[in-house]
C-alpha cells in the first residue's frame, strides 16, 4: 500500500492564479481531509468528506473547494491564490471503523507570491 | 469536541522517560485522546489513544486520570528520533472527521 499520496510536493503561484492540490489514498477509507499548517502553528481542518459525493466544510473553508467523485481522491481546489494561502497543506484518510486513525499524507508546500 | 491544553515546549534527556502532560479539562464521556506526533516538516503520525484506561503499544504509554480531565504521553526510553511536535486531541470516535489540532508540545531529546 502506498498510503497516502499528494502531488505536487512544492508548488508557488501568483496572486490569482488557480491550481488543484491532488490526494489520493488506496486504503479504501470512507472519510478524507484537508488541513494547513501555518508557519509554528498546528493544523487547521480546510474541508472533509465522509465518502463519495458527500463533502463539508471545516474551520477555514473560504477560498477552497473540494469534490469527491471516487472513494480514493480528493482533490483540493485553490480558485484564486492569495499570499495568505501561503502554507504546507496535508491530506489525511481514516476508516469509519475501528480506531479511527487518520493517516497523514507528506505534504505540498504551496507559496503565493 | 472538547479542547486541549499542552506546554508549549519540553526537554528530554536521551535514553530517559519523556512525560508529555495534556488538560482536556471539559471532555465529554464518549470522547477519546488520542496523540499524534509531526517529525520535522512530515504529516502528522499516529501514537496511540483511549478512552479511559490506561494503554500501551510498541511506541509508547497513555495514562489517563481517573476523572479523564487530563493524561500524559509517556515515551519510555527516548531517543533523538523522538525529537517532534505532539498533539493531544479529543474528539468524538466517528464523529464526522473533525480532528482539531492545538499547538503541541515541542519535545526535544538532548545527548
Same mark, same amino acid.
Given at each position: 500500500?502506498?498510503?497516502?499520496?499528494?502531488?505536487?510536493?512544492?508548488?508557488?503561484?501568483?496572486?490569482?492564479?488557480?491550481?488543484?492540490?491532488?490526494?489520493?489514498?488506496?486504503?479504501?477509507?470512507?472519510?478524507?481531509?484537508?488541513?494547513?499548517?501555518?508557519?509554528?502553528?498546528?493544523?487547521?481542518?480546510?474541508?472533509?468528506?465522509?465518502?463519495?459525493?458527500?463533502?463539508?466544510?471545516?474551520?477555514?473553508?473560504?477560498?477552497?473547494?473540494?469534490?469527491?467523485?471516487?472513494?480514493?481522491?480528493?482533490?483540493?481546489?485553490?480558485?484564486?491564490?492569495?499570499?495568505?494561502?501561503?502554507?504546507?497543506?496535508?491530506?489525511?484518510?481514516?476508516?469509519?471503523?475501528?480506531?479511527?486513525?487518520?493517516?497523514?499524507?507528506?505534504?505540498?508546500?504551496?507559496?503565493?507570491? | 469536541?472538547?479542547?486541549?491544553?499542552?506546554?508549549?515546549?519540553?526537554?528530554?534527556?536521551?535514553?530517559?522517560?519523556?512525560?508529555?502532560?495534556?488538560?482536556?479539562?471539559?471532555?465529554?464521556?464518549?470522547? /477519546?485522546?488520542?496523540?499524534? $506526533?509531526?517529525?520535522?516538516?512530515?504529516?502528522?503520525? &499516529?501514537?496511540?489513544? +483511549?478512552? #479511559?484506561? !490506561?494503554?500501551?503499544?510498541?511506541?509508547?504509554?497513555?495514562?489517563?486520570?481517573?476523572?479523564?480531565?487530563?493524561?500524559?504521553?509517556?515515551?519510555?526510553?527516548?531517543?533523538?528520533?523522538?525529537?517532534?511536535? /505532539?498533539?493531544?486531541?479529543? $474528539?468524538?470516535?466517528?464523529?464526522?472527521?473533525?480532528? &482539531?489540532?492545538?499547538? +503541541?508540545? #515541542?519535545? !526535544?531529546?538532548?545527548?
Amino acid at each position: 500500500n502506498a498510503g497516502v499520496t499528494q502531488t505536487p510536493k512544492f508548488q508557488v503561484l501568483k496572486t490569482g492564479q488557480s491550481m488543484t492540490l491532488q490526494c489520493a489514498q488506496d486504503m479504501n477509507h470512507e472519510y478524507m481531509s484537508w488541513y494547513r499548517q501555518d508557519p509554528g502553528m498546528g493544523l487547521r481542518l480546510i474541508h472533509y468528506s465522509v465518502g463519495a459525493g458527500i463533502t463539508d466544510q471545516g474551520e477555514v473553508p473560504n477560498g477552497y473547494n473540494v469534490s469527491r467523485s471516487t472513494t480514493e481522491d480528493f482533490p483540493l481546489r485553490l480558485l484564486s491564490a492569495a499570499p495568505s494561502q501561503t502554507s504546507v497543506y496535508f491530506c489525511a484518510s481514516n476508516t469509519k471503523r475501528g480506531t479511527d486513525t487518520q493517516y497523514f499524507g507528506p505534504g505540498t508546500r504551496l507559496t503565493v507570491l | 469536541d472538547a479542547k486541549t491544553t499542552q506546554p508549549p515546549s519540553m526537554d528530554c534527556a536521551e535514553g530517559r522517560a519523556a512525560n508529555l502532560p495534556c488538560n482536556h479539562s471539559t471532555i465529554s464521556g464518549n470522547e /477519546y485522546v488520542y496523540w499524534y $506526533r509531526q517529525i520535522h516538516s512530515q504529516g502528522p503520525q &499516529y501514537i496511540i489513544h +483511549g478512552l #479511559k484506561n !490506561n494503554e500501551t503499544n510498541e511506541m509508547a504509554s497513555l495514562i489517563i486520570t481517573e476523572d479523564r480531565k487530563s493524561s500524559t504521553l509517556i515515551l519510555p526510553h527516548a531517543t533523538l528520533r523522538d525529537t517532534a511536535v /505532539y498533539y493531544c486531541i479529543v $474528539r468524538v470516535l466517528n464523529n464526522f472527521n473533525k480532528f &482539531y489540532f492545538g499547538s +503541541g508540545t #515541542k519535545l !526535544n531529546v538532548k545527548p
